[in-house]
C-alpha cells in the first residue's frame, strides 16, 4: 500500500524557516517524480513544487521561488521542502504528492502555521 | 502560465441526477506527439487529501465508480457525475499537468439540493 507521510509542520514566525519532510513508502520511490501542493485555510489547491525521480530537476511556483527548496533522498524514501523567509499568506496545509505527471497519491497533509 | 477556470463555482443537484462541472484552460492541454490531454481531475473531502477520479482528461483512476466520467478536448473539459449520491459532496478540482507550473481550477462545490 502507497503511504506518503508528512512532518515538520507547526508555528512559525513571519520571516522564519521550517524544514518539512515526507516519508513514502509501498512504491518505489527513486521512480517517480514528486511534488508539494498546499492549501490555505478555505481556499483552493496551490501546486508549489516538484521534482524529478533522481532528484537532478526541480520546478517552483514564482511566489516561492528563491526561498523554498525541494529535495530527496533516494536511499531514505523522503522527500523534502526547506521553506525559507516564511509569509502570513502561506499558512496552509502542505501535502506531499507522488506523480505519474497527474498527481497521484496523496499524503494527509501537514499543517503550517505562520504567525507572530 | 496556464490558467483554469472552472464554472460553476458551486452546484447543487438532487440525489440521483447528474452533475456536470466545467473546466477551462487559457491555452491547449493537447500535447500533437502523444494526442494526449494533460488534464486531471480530483475530489477533496474535508479532513481528508484529495483524490485523484480522472486523468488524461477521461481515464478513470482504479476504484473509482463509473458514475464519474471526464470529457473534452484541447481547451475545454468536463467532469460528469451522472446520478448523483450522497458520498460524492466535495469539493471537485480540475488540473493542467502539461507545463509547470502545473495549475488548478479555483474548485467547485457540490452539495445535494
Known amino acids: 500500500e502507497v503511504q506518503l507521510v508528512e512532518s515538520g509542520g507547526g508555528l512559525v514566525q513571519p520571516g522564519g524557516s521550517l524544514r518539512l519532510s515526507c516519508a513514502a513508502s509501498?512504491?518505489?520511490?527513486?521512480?517517480?517524480?514528486m511534488h508539494w501542493v498546499r492549501q490555505a485555510p478555505g481556499k483552493g489547491l496551490v501546486w508549489v513544487s516538484r521534482i524529478n525521480n533522481d532528484g537532478t530537476s526541480t520546478s517552483y511556483a514564482d511566489s516561492v521561488k528563491g526561498r523554498f527548496t525541494i529535495s530527496r533522498d533516494n536511499a531514505k524514501n523522503t522527500l523534502y521542502l526547506q521553506m525559507n523567509s516564511l509569509r502570513a499568506e502561506e499558512t496552509a496545509v502542505y501535502y506531499c504528492?507522488?506523480?505519474?505527471?497527474?498527481?497521484?497519491?496523496w499524503g494527509q497533509g501537514t499543517l503550517v502555521t505562520v504567525s507572530s | 502560465d496556464i490558467v483554469m477556470t472552472q464554472s460553476p463555482d458551486s452546484l447543487a443537484v438532487s440525489l440521483g441526477e447528474r452533475a456536470t462541472i466545467n473546466c477551462k484552460s487559457s491555452?491547449?492541454?493537447?500535447?500533437?506527439?502523444?494526442?494526449?490531454?494533460?488534464l486531471a481531475w480530483y475530489q477533496h473531502k474535508p479532513g481528508q487529501p484529495p483524490k485523484l477520479l480522472i486523468y488524461w482528461a477521461s481515464t478513470r483512476e482504479s476504484g473509482v465508480p463509473d458514475r464519474f466520467s471526464g470529457s473534452g478536448s484541447g481547451t475545454d473539459f468536463t467532469l460528469t457525475i451522472s446520478s448523483l449520491q450522497a458520498e460524492d459532496v466535495a469539493v471537485y478540482y480540475c488540473q493542467q499537468y502539461y507545463s509547470t507550473p502545473y495549475s488548478f481550477g479555483q474548485g467547485t462545490k457540490l452539495e445535494i439540493k
Open positions: 509501498g512504491f518505489t520511490f527513486s521512480s517517480y517524480w
Open positions: 504528492v507522488s506523480s505519474h505527471g497527474y498527481l497521484a497519491q
Open positions: 491555452q491547449s492541454v493537447l500535447y500533437s506527439s502523444n494526442n494526449k490531454n494533460y
